[in-house]
Structure formats: C-alpha cells, structure tokens
C-alpha cells in the first residue's frame, strides 16, 4: 500500500523559509520521479518542483531560484526547500510520483504573512 506522509509546514513571515519532508512508503522509491505540488483555496492544483530518479530537478517559473527539491533515496524522501516565501505561496503542499494521481498524502499546510 502506497503511502505520501508530508510534514514541516507551518506559519512564517514573508522572506522567511521552510523545509517540507515527504515520506514514502509502499514503493520502490528509487526509481520513481517525484514531485511536489500546491493547491491553494480556489485554486487548481499545480506542479511546483520535480526530481527524476537521477536527481535532475525542474522548477515552476514562480519557484525557480526559491526553491529547491532534493532526494534521500536511503531515507525513501523527498525535500522541497523553501527560501524567501512570498504571501502567494500560501498552499497545501503534497508530493506526489510524477505520472501518478492516486494515493495522495494528507498535505502539509504552509502559510506566509505579509
């Protein structure tokens, strides 16, 4: 059984920073690419940072020099560093296998005030 656990958001002021975990479960994590994705309220869900199994990364335009995402296949996680948070990044976020739409984690809630 496929399991997504997402953790280490929180509430942080605008320019501050966060590091989001996810850890999988159920699956040969190696040799998947991953990925993470927000939603905020309202608003569809979208790609924000990807890793193939590799470990060649791929930004959204909006998190290209903020972000960056990072693996631990020994640890069978997912990182997603985030610098300089902007109000507009406020969003669940939820990793995911790219090509995959099943099994999502619960999310891990980030918020930035201005």
């Known amino acids: 059984q496929v399991q997504l656990v997402e953790s280490g958001g929180g509430l942080v002021q605008a320019g501050g920073s966060l590091r989001l975990s996810c850890v999988a479960s159920?699956?040969?994590?190696?040799?998947?690419?991953m990925g993470w994705y927000r939603q905020a309220p309202g608003k569809q869900r979208e790609l924000v940072a990807t890793?193939?199994?590799?470990?060649?990364?791929n930004y959204e335009d909006s998190a290209k020099g903020r972000f960056t995402i990072s693996r631990d296949n020994a640890k069978n996680t997912v990182y997603l560093q985030m610098n300089s948070l902007k109000p507009e990044d406020t969003a669940a976020y939820y990793c995911q296998r790219i090509g995959y739409n099943t099994s999502w984690g619960q999310g891990t809630q980030v918020t930035v005030s201005s």
């Open positions: 890793i193939s199994n590799s470990g060649i990364t």
């Open positions: 159920g699956i040969n994590f190696r040799i998947f690419a």
